[in-house]
């Protein structure tokens, strides 16, 4: 099925909650859990026209993201993972200097919206199992 455009999902993730913003689709925060996920992306994509695809888009932030990122691969939704920095320098550039999840979640959605970065592989529970390792072991070594 060929979508002709797609909405895009901020999240800024955090160890107990999400914080979405979908524009005038769905803003709000949710428990980082599988179940609210999927329930947040159920309404978000009951309310997008027809033709119109979802993409999830959020920071890389280690673990925290493993169940977005899990859930939406289940559910068939793509995801974009962004660069923190890239971010940061975008929000930068537009001479903000309010931080908060609510602000943070419309800058991924915007940021997503302007540079429309590329979709991340499906999910992989063997790969990101040894990223996480690797990830750790560097730390550890440093």
Not at 18 to 40: E, M, T
Not at 86 to 94: A, D, I, L, P, Y
Not at 107 to 127: F, G, L, N
Request: aromatic share 6%; hydrophobic share 30%.
């Amino acid at each position: 099925m060929e979508r002709h455009s797609l909405a895009y999902v901020g999240v800024d993730i955090a160890k107990a909650t999400l914080q979405v913003d979908a524009g005038d689709l769905f803003r709000g925060s949710i428990g980082n859990d599988a179940a609210a996920i999927g329930k947040a992306l159920e309404a978000i994509g009951k309310r997008v026209g027809r033709g119109t695809g979802i993409r999830v888009c959020y920071e890389s932030t280690g673990t925290y993201g493993r169940t977005l990122r899990e859930t939406c691969g289940r559910l068939g939704v793509p995801t974009s993972t962004l660069n923190p920095m890239k971010v940061k320098r975008f929000h930068e550039s537009g001479n903000r200097n309010q931080k908060t999840d609510p602000i943070d979640a419309a800058v991924i959605r915007r940021y997503a919206e302007s540079w429309q970065p590329p979709e991340d592989p499906p999910p992989d529970r063997k790969r990101d199992d040894l990223r996480e390792l690797v990830s750790f072991r560097t730390a550890l070594a440093d």
